[in-house]
């Protein structure tokens, strides 16, 4: 579990904000629901024969109350199954379909490594109510524009389809007996899932297993007519719309609730971190957390995946330093000074202002040493003489270095397009 320190920290504020623009762009609209829900929502909803609930889980029971029930409660390790369970509980969908986006923390005890931790971040998209391929495209052209807006080139568009439960069932049969007859190359974890959760093997991480799972049945070519339309319908959207994407038919997702369309976004330069987006149609959800049928589709990226990839792109992420540093060589000046930089800020100039330590301001030349530490633009001096001039004095410390100019304090316009003129890209 990560602490998120400036300038780090900027990174992903400016991230944040983009996703907030796109969201409202494509009119998905911000939920929050809490980290912490019943333990039976996730298995319920993202099944026992899996992952994260079999192993990664922050459980625990808590004290009991009054009546001396203890209640079985887990962080949230994704929010998917918290999202459907508020959407049921407020009864959201009784006019219609609604787009809902989050942001947030999850929780998985995992090995921690490079891309994996275990409080981590999700932002995630859902679309509940919508039944059809388009809103699936939807998701996906909503990933795209945040790719583009972030300046996010390095990851490709998997695609496969899970079908519905029926075909699965049709697939999984086949599966079982293929492999059976190579029970000899299954690890532990396979021959564990073999009956209850094949399908699952799947998605093994296990080099020693790819050649095995390769040859294995195809769920592709257990589907119907309808699912296939579906397929089809999503993928005549995609083409229409340029999205480059291949089919990967041992594409499965570690969590039980998708059918039909299920996708990746995946990069190959972060090793075997590599899914920076992953997401799906999960149409049967809502029924098992206890709703009206209602169909569904959703996406959730990591944000530590996306920020290391940006990273390993090179890709500049824009920071925004103060306009300006005041420097103020005697504390007399404060009181003037503070009062400049509440209008500046009210003028929407960033401004830090120089504060005293323990050993008091500090000399011109620190102060100075300060200012230009702050990346600030100019620093503004409240001098003595420029204060009895009425006056402050602006210098310059970056294009121009070392140029003043003495401004008047009376005309805080002025003074706020001057400093602003340092950042011209805000
Ligand atoms: P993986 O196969 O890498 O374990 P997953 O299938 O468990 O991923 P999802 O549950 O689909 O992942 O979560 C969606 C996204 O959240 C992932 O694609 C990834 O970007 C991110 N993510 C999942 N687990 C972690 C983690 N422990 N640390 C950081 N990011 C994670
Ligand atoms: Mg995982």
Not at 102 to 114: H, N, S
Not at 120 to 137: C, K, Y
Request: charged letters at 25%; one cysteine or more.
């Amino acid at each position: 579990m990560n602490d998120i320190l400036p300038p780090e920290s900027a990174r992903w504020e400016w991230l944040e904000a983009i996703v907030r623009e796109q969201m409202a762009r494509f009119a998905y609209r911000n939920v929050r629901t809490p980290i912490l829900e019943h333990t039976q929502l996730f298995v319920r909803g993202i099944g026992e024969v899996t992952d994260i609930v079999e192993k990664e889980m922050y459980s625990f029971e808590d004290r009991s109350d009054k009546h001396g029930q203890a209640e079985h409660l887990t962080m949230r390790p994704e929010n998917t199954a918290g999202v459907v369970r508020a959407v049921v509980e407020h009864n959201l969908l009784y006019d219609g379909g609604k787009r809902l986006y989050y942001m947030g923390p999850m929780f998985r005890r995992e090995k921690p490594q490079r891309g994996r931790y275990r409080q981590f971040h999700q932002i995630g998209a859902e679309a509940l109510g919508f039944a059809g391929p388009d809103v699936d495209a939807e998701l996906i052209l909503l990933a795209r524009a945040l790719w583009k807006a972030i300046g996010l080139t390095d990851v490709r568009l998997e695609l496969n389809s899970l079908g519905q439960p029926a075909e699965r069932a049709a697939h999984r049969e086949q599966l079982i007996a293929y492999l059976e007859r190579h029970a000899d190359k299954l690890d532990e974890d396979a021959r564990r899932r073999l009956h209850s959760n094949p399908l699952r093997i799947l998605d093994t991480k296990n080099p020693a297993m790819q050649e095995l799972v390769e040859g294995a049945p195809r769920l592709l070519d257990f589907l119907g007519a309808e699912s296939l339309a579906h397929f089809e319908g999503l993928q005549a959207i995609l083409k229409a719309n340029d999205v480059d994407y291949t089919i990967n038919p041992r594409l499965v997702r570690g969590l039980d609730y998708y059918n039909l369309s299920v996708f990746e976004f995946v990069t190959d330069r972060l090793g075997s971190q590599g899914t920076v987006c992953a997401g799906g149609r999960y149409d049967d959800l809502i029924i098992q957390i206890g709703g009206k049928a209602a169909p569904a589709v959703g996406w959730a990226l990591g944000i530590e995946r996306v920020l290391a990839l940006l990273d390993e792109q090179g890709a500049e992420v824009p920071v925004a330093p103060p306009h300006a540093y005041a420097v103020v060589p005697d504390a007399s000046a404060m009181p003037v000074a503070l009062r400049t930089l509440t209008q500046l800020r009210e003028r929407g100039v960033r401004v830090q202002m120089h504060a005293a330590t323990a050993d008091g301001l500090g000399s011109f030349k620190s102060q100075f040493k300060k200012a230009d530490a702050s990346g600030a633009g100019f620093a503004l001096v409240f001098g003595g003489d420029e204060l009895a001039r009425g006056e402050v004095t602006l210098k310059s410390l970056r294009d121009g270095k070392g140029e003043q100019r003495a401004l008047a304090l009376a005309d805080p316009d002025a003074l706020a397009t001057h400093l602003q003129s340092s950042a011209p890209n805000d």
